[in-house]
């Protein structure tokens, strides 16, 4: 269902409704705190959802008094981080997290073509030619596949059936194929991606040196591969210091798999000092990779394996005490062997020790090597001395931070700024750490996040001149209005937009890139394995918003909701709002809900961020389907409705998995007299650890707790940033669907003040 014309939305509810969702009950049927008795059936909500411009108007106040109850969280793992490049979108960003989950570089299923007409009309001339091409280049068959395409008519068909070829069997492809693409597409979105399956090919097909420096005279080595190869040429041409500096550099920063560790040394070892060994067992074990590391530090000699050793102790979650004194006088001050001392005290959960010791952390990069590692540590050791009253060391071990990718800063200086504010009661501190955190920021969440806090700080501030600024940085935090806190700043303002905002204008037909135009035409014919991960790279790569928002046309098309929330939230990280493509409104299949179900908006927002709408998802702990589900949740909870089980179902049957999901999220919303931020934290997280947070930060149902301050005070990285997500999620959907139920009456205005 889409919204009525954006005129008709003047929602005051989306402000309003932003706030109330967290902290008060969802709807009428759960009665007030305290009324615990269930009084109405969702039943059939999915298959019909009754709609006009004279019910959206009457459900406004509802929306309005639901978005006044709002609060957000993450799933489990204490400090969980993904070690990915730290690129706008390679980088530890739950909000990213299924662009990596969801589309490996070759992970999409083949699809049946979804438009004849379409993929005649894109071809033209070249339809009848074009099957045999793809089909061998499919196979990984490139000798006929480039005879088959010798008759194609037009570029679009050869690009297309070529990048099919080389994106699945680019091993096969070789060197001077992939070269040859880029050569001749020198703005394609995956032109890194060719490159490095180039430089592996250099190496892997021992091309001459002349071949290898002719490469590399218009490029620099990306990968261990390309630097190995021209470490090798140089080296062999006499050119020592720079096939040196090489070669350390790819020793010292890139990760070998062991067969090309052994090649590697045999090679290029003479060109390596006991130092370059020492960095790389240094950055290895700040990994936790051991093994490697272990190996790099033999190499540098006796005392440095015997500081890896203990090093590695700790990693392994042990004390690690006898190997800390085995170590030499001369390393016991080693940068390394304090942060494993730290790390062992965060594992006996003796945070007080661990805080004392971060006060002689180096901070020089040089000294560090691994700033994000360093913060992981300190996040941890901040938030357990914040639990323990402490916030004043909790205040020092994050400020003195010195993490290095963009996400990791943007959480440190968070973190110190809300301790400033929120604890230890100094809007000023604060404010310095909310603008370094909006230097640094980078997406719309990050943005948003900086904004909402400098507002705050302001604010607390109680000047005339300092509540102008507040409002202000409220006014551009609430633009990003399909992320948490810009939600909430747009609920601190009143606004009355609803968060869905128009789409940029799509390029004309005539007018589309290369790019899109082979994406189109590779998902009407159906290969959208190939198709999905390039339109994902046209999304973060591609500089023009036009032929984004015309790539975005495409695959809302399709009606694939995992591969249009994906692509809509790769744009929006960049800026580009194409939000009806971020957040489809299919997706969940129709199915006849138990009574007392959660309403339609919920289950959407908790399908986005359990599975991306993937009904075949399994997670590694055995969370199934659309909801992600675990067995023994969705066995009670078919056994206490009357439902017959089966658990192929789970997976085989996205209804079956939904109306088991919306029955289970009912029946949380009734613990929680419709508490919508405790729902979602319980189902993330567990309601056993739930309770462990409301005994130790209060209930945020009661007016004495800030909701805002209890979400960012979950100690699980994970949930905290999960029930954030869901949260955004669910005020979107509550305005896509024009959601009927109603919430109390709760003034939002005290949350922050």
């Known amino acids: 269902m889409m919204l009525p014309p954006r005129q008709s939305m003047r929602l005051k509810l989306l402000a309003t409704a932003t706030t109330v969702a967290l902290i008060t009950p969802a709807f009428t049927g759960f009665g007030t705190v305290g009324d615990g008795e269930a009084k109405r059936s969702n039943t059939g909500w999915m298959s019909h959802v009754p709609f006009s411009m004279g019910a959206w108007r009457a459900r406004v106040g509802g929306l309005e008094e639901t978005l006044r109850g709002f609060v957000t969280g993450e799933p489990p793992n204490t400090e969980a981080a993904h070690p990915l490049r730290s690129t706008l979108f390679d980088r530890d960003d739950a909000a990213l997290t299924p662009l990596a ?87 394609w979105p995956a032109a890194d991606w060719l490159r490095r399956r180039a430089e592996e090919a250099l190496v892997s097909e021992h091309q001459p040196d002349r071949v290898v420096k002719g490469w590399f005279a218009q490029t620099k080595p990306q990968t261990a591969y390309g630097k190995y190869a021209l470490a090798k040429a140089l080296s062999r041409d006499g050119e020592f210091e720079s096939a040196a500096a090489l070669t350390r550099d790819a020793w010292r920063e890139d990760d070998l798999p062991q067969s090309f560790e052994t090649q590697f040394l045999r090679e290029l070892g003479e060109l390596l000092t006991p130092a370059d060994h020492k960095y790389r067992a240094d950055r290895l074990l700040y990994a936790g990779k051991n093994g490697p590391g272990l190996r ?135 404010s310095r750490h909310f603008a370094s955190l909006d230097q640094v920021a980078e997406t719309p969440l990050q943005r948003s996040r900086a904004l909402y806090w400098r507002g705050r700080a302001a604010e607390a501030l109680h000047s005339p001149e300092d509540d102008e600024k507040s409002k202000e940085f409220y006014r551009q935090a609430a633009t990003h209005s399909t992320t948490f806190y810009g939600q909430l700043a747009s609920a601190k303002l009143g606004a009355e937009d609803g968060p869905i905002r128009p789409a940029p204008a799509a390029a004309e037909d005539h007018e589309r890139h290369e790019t899109v135009r082979v ?68 997706g969940v299949p129709n199915f006849d809900a138990l009574p007392n179900s959660a309403p339609r908006s919920v289950v959407y927002a908790i399908a986005r961020q359990e599975s991306a709408f993937d009904p075949k998802a399994v997670s590694s702990a055995g969370a199934m389907g659309l909801m992600q589900m675990i067995a023994s949740t969705a066995r009670h909870t078919a056994y206490q409705h009357g439902v017959a089980f089966d658990l192929p179902r789970m997976i085989n049957e996205p209804a079956f998995n939904a109306k088991l999901g919306a029955a289970h999220l009912g029946i949380l919303m009734g613990e929680y007299k419709g508490a919508y931020l405790l729902t979602f934290a319980a189902y993330n997280a567990g309601g056993g650890r739930v309770k462990q947070w409301m005994d130790a930060y209060g209930d945020p149902r009661k007016p004495n707790v800030d909701p805002i301050d209890w979400v960012e005070r979950i100690p699980i990285t994970e949930t905290r940033n999960y029930v954030q997500r869901v949260m955004e999620n669910f005020i979107v959907y509550r305005a896509k669907f024009g959601d009927t139920t109603p919430a109390p009456q709760v003034q939002f205005a005290r949350y922050g003040m």
């Open 519 to 586: 994406a189109e035409l590779l998902l009407a014919t159906g290969d959208k394995d190939v198709a999905a991960p390039l339109a994902l790279d046209a999304a973060k790569y591609m500089e023009d918003t036009k032929q984004i928002a015309a790539l975005g046309e495409a695959i809302a098309s399709q009606r694939d909701a995992k591969l249009s929330l994906i692509f809509g939230k790769a744009a929006s990280y960049r800026g580009i709002p194409l939000d009806d493509v971020a957040f489809p409104s299919y």
């Open 101 to 187: 989950r969801y589309v490996p570089a070759e992970g999409w299923p083949r699809a049946k073509p979804t438009s004849r007409a379409d993929a005649t009309q894109l071809l033209g001339p070249d339809f009848e030619n074009f099957y045999p091409a793809l089909a061998a280049f499919r196979a990984g068959d490139f000798n006929s596949g480039e005879e088959a395409a010798s008759a194609l008519q037009t570029n679009l068909a050869d690009t297309a059936a070529r990048w099919v070829g080389l994106k699945l069997h680019s091993h096969e492809a070789g060197f001077k194929r992939l070269t040859a693409f880029l050569e001749a597409h020198p703005d």
């Open 296 to 430: 790099a530090a033999d190499l540098a000699g006796k005392d440095v394996g015997l500081l890896a050793r203990a090093r590695a102790a700790a990693n392994n979650g042990g004390s690690g005490d006898r190997l800390f004194a085995a170590v030499p006088a001369s390393l016991q001050n080693d940068p390394g062997l304090l942060f494993s001392r730290i790390r062992a005290f965060n594992n006996a959960k003796k945070y007080a020790e661990a805080g004392a010791l971060f006060r002689k952390a180096p901070t020089d990069p040089a000294k560090v090597i691994d700033g994000d590692a360093w913060w992981a540590e300190r996040r941890q050791t901040t938030r357990k001395l914040l639990d323990t009253g402490d916030a004043d060391t909790a205040y020092l071990v994050a400020s003195q931070h010195c993490a290095e990718s963009t996400s990791n800063k943007v959480e440190a200086e968070f973190l110190a700024g809300w301790i400033a504010l929120r604890f230890l009661d100094d809007p000023s501190r604060a």
